[in-house]
Nanobody, 123 residues
Framework: QVQLVESGGGLVQAGGSLRLSCAAS????????MGWFRQAPGKERQFVGHISWFGGSTYYGDSVKGRFTISRDNAKNTWYLQMNNLKPEDTAVYYC????????????????WGQGTQVTVSS
């Protein structure tokens, strides 16, 4: 089992920045891929991006490409979502997730989930 705990959400004005963190504990492994998803009210959970634990390769959804960056700190078993130039449409609950093997844009393919953290962007 892997436990994930997010932190760093909050309220920010449009154009501002936030950084989310996701700390992993339990049976972590370098074979994991770590991802971020978000879910706005009344909408389906949306893929944000993912990063491989071993090589650090990243992949992003089109809506955040060029504005969001995922990084990791292997020593701390933590990965991050740096969000810049935030827009009101980025408002959502953000979830970190983990799965073995390769990444996926489909939330149903991910095994472990954090509890979610609210990000609100005001116009």
């Amino acid at each position: 089992q892997v436990q994930l705990v997010e932190s760093g959400g909050g309220l920010v004005q449009a154009g501002g920045s936030l950084r989310l963190s996701c700390a992993a504990s339990g049976r972590t492994s370098s074979s994991y891929v770590m991802g971020w998803f978000r879910q706005a009210p009344g909408k389906e959970r949306q893929f944000v991006g993912h990063i491989s634990w071993f090589g650090g390769s990243t992949y992003y959804g089109d809506s955040v490409k060029g504005r969001f960056t995922i990084s990791r700190d292997n020593a701390k078993n933590t990965w991050y979502l740096q969000m810049n130039n935030l827009k009101p449409e980025d408002t959502a609950v953000y979830y970190c997730a983990a799965r073995l093997g390769s990444g996926s844009t489909n939330y149903a393919h991910w095994t472990y989930w954090g509890q979610g953290t609210q990000v609100t962007v005001s116009s």
